[in-house]
DNA sequence: GTCAAATTATGACGCCCCGTCAAAAAGTGT
DNA sequence: ACACTTTTTGACGGGGCGTCATAATTTGAC
């Protein structure tokens, strides 16, 4: 990417997260750049297209720290632990990044954009499910996990991937969820992701204890790993 | 609800489910109806208000939904059953409010708009996660469900809802969905619900046949209660 | 039926945003 | 120094937001 585009986005990043997708506007980014609306347009047809790339850039970022939690040695279901941290990590730590992710799912971004700007982001997204499918898939083949009968590996990630996707969205989006009787979301993420795992009868069974302590001690595994990567794709782009 | 701001109400669904919140203006709900610009200021102060109150109705249907299936008789896996059901008929058939209740979780509505209806929507997601709640409560109570200590049934409420807004938002948002091996993501979504339910050794034990025997069964069962409920909320506003 | 007071409706206005495009500026090679 | 190419500029038309002085309508007292 150009020097020219990377200092837009650099520019409308902060915009979008501080003040909303609605507060992005190409006079606004142009007036906190040295260069004039139409120089802007020059790069980016519209502000959703820079919105898209923006997006770009983070999902190569969760990518990237899939690939290294899948690369994890050990059991099926310790590796899976360890996709389960790259996704708690990735929302704690790249808050930025998930945000505008699910800006992807809202605003009718598909419309107005490239189609190859919108393929590179389906890639991502493909190449996300399909890392934590390997994982699966090697459950399959060792014996650890029995799916039910038609059910490919994508479809079993699928679930996961609701579960942290939609926990993760609820706690963000419902300001009242301690006052209803769930003060700490993300504990009863990872108990509900345990479950999910012992439900298909993922093998090795843990209850919710075990997997909590197991999903602590990845963390502490994974972490310099986890801000390696993002300092090296900061600098990349 | 006075007789004018239901008929800005009614005007403005229609642009905003054909159109998207972007296209939703008041110059156009305006131009559509036989008042002025500022009589419709009178009613909302802004189009962020009139989503919010377009969410209410949907929500009151929701809750309405959650009410009949949480009254049906059996056991409270059955029940639950119903309370799936409910979830999935008012994805299909209400989904015009299905999409008004995402935008909610999506635009910056909340900043813009009367604290009043904000409560009043907040009323209606607690109430719904306190019905289900009873559910498992009912579970609970009866020995079919032992919850891991320290787990109030809400956080238990919170991975059913997760799993259902997370698949459906996924499912809607992700065009590519079968592209990366999830061809029927409801099917998916059904087996991976009843999962978390044995993952909880909630019992009676079921493998995903019976359980999506069970689904379809309810689904027959409930459907014309469900039609009769979609109705009369229709007239009432 | 009349009239003044209260309520409600109107649409022009100022401000901001989008995307365009002819004109200006800067850069390039000879 | 000059012609040609590339890049930048910002004014412009179209449109949306929210306001508010003015106009129309309704109300109710007599």
Redesign the pocket.
Same mark, same amino acid.
Do not use: I, Q, V
């Given at each position: 990417m150009e020097r020219?585009a990377r200092e837009i986005l650099s520019v409308a990043r902060p915009i979008l997260l501080e003040d909303g997708f609605q507060a992005?506007?190409?006079?606004?980014v142009a007036s906190q750049m040295?260069?004039? +609306?139409?120089?802007i347009?020059?790069h980016f047809?519209?502000?959703e297209e820079i919105v898209l790339a923006l997006a770009v850039q983070g999902m190569k970022l969760r990518r990237a720290l899939f690939a290294k939690a899948v690369e994890q040695p050990g059991g099926s279901r310790h590796r899976l632990a360890c996709v389960g941290a790259a996704c708690e990590f990735f929302v704690s730590n790249c808050f930025d990044d998930f945000r505008i992710e699910q800006l992807l799912r809202q605003v009718n971004i598909w419309d +107005?954009t490239s189609e190859h700007r919108q393929n590179t982001i389906r890639e991502y997204e493909t190449s996300c499910i399909g890392l934590v499918s390997t994982v699966v898939q090697a459950a399959v083949e060792s014996g650890e996990l029995q799916p039910p009968p038609g059910m490919d590996p994508p479809e079993i990630v699928f679930g996961f991937w609701a579960i942290c996707y939609g926990s993760q969205v609820l706690a963000h989006s419902s300001p009242g969820l301690k006052e209803v009787g769930i003060p700490d979301f993300g504990r009863a993420m990872r108990i509900h992701l345990n479950s999910l795992c012992n439900g298909f009868g993922w093998q090795p069974f843990m209850n919710w204890q075990q997997h909590i302590e197991l999903m602590d001690s990845v963390h502490q595994q994974l972490s310099s790993d986890f801000h390696q990567i993002i300092t090296s794709q900061r600098e990349d782009q």
């Open positions: 020219r992005l506007s190409m006079d606004r040295e260069y004039a +609306k139409g120089t347009y020059n047809p519209n502000k +107005k």
